[in-house]
């Protein structure tokens, strides 16, 4: 129980620091209110999870061959989160994870992710689409200072066990900044 309240907390804090501008209208408490609310929800009532990763694709137009080369591809790493099937059949989750990034330090991130969720057809399969807000800290992005960040999200497979894919997209013009493919498993524990 501890190390929910600990992921929690953290995943909390990490949320707020990604919203802050939504917060800073009039109406900052009754957003804030709901916000607190809705990530104690998830955090008491989503289900268990755990993120296996092992896979960065770097898009082969944006790096060199000779940068490709160096490049790790293979993100091994995990994690913990909480996943819960909202009113509105859709996954919310809070999560935490360390992977090995693309030069093989460590990178780490938590936050939380939103997913519209489509049955597909009566296999019991369905697919999602969304985004997660997440604070990530990795050594060659402001000395390891955690950071804020935005990214797409999609996924197939069952609602306990799913293939998700989340894009950075390119950063600039220039060659050799972005252009990522991230995935991973989610496979949560119902």
């Not at 209208?25 to 009532?45: C, P, Q």
């Not at 819960?84 to 090995?100: F, P, Q, T, V």
Request: proline fraction near 4%; aromatic fraction near 12%.
């Amino acid at each position: 129980m501890q190390h929910r309240k600990f992921l929690s907390a953290a995943l909390f804090g990490a949320t707020v620091l990604c919203t802050v501008p939504a917060l800073a209208d009039e109406a900052g408490d009754s957003r804030w209110e709901a916000l607190k609310s809705r990530m104690s929800n998830i955090a008491d009532n989503g289900t268990d999870a755990v993120y296996l990763s092992g896979w960065a694709h770097h898009g082969r137009d944006t790096y060199s061959r000779e940068k490709l080369d160096q490049l790790n591809e293979k993100s091994w790493g995990g994690g913990y989160g909480r996943t819960l099937r909202n009113a509105s059949g859709n996954d919310e989750s809070l999560y935490a994870m360390a992977i090995s990034d693309s030069h093989k330090k460590p990178q780490l991130m938590a936050g939380y992710a939103y997913e519209w969720v489509y049955p597909i057809a009566d296999t019991g399969l369905e697919a999602g689409l969304g985004y997660t807000a997440m604070l990530m800290s990795r050594q060659d992005y402001f000395n390891g200072i955690p950071f804020p960040i935005a990214l797409p999200l999609a996924s197939v497979g069952t609602q306990s066990t799913k293939l998700m894919a989340s894009y950075v997209p390119r950063l600039s013009k220039n060659k050799g900044n972005g252009d990522v493919l991230f995935m991973f498993l989610r496979v949560e524990f119902h």
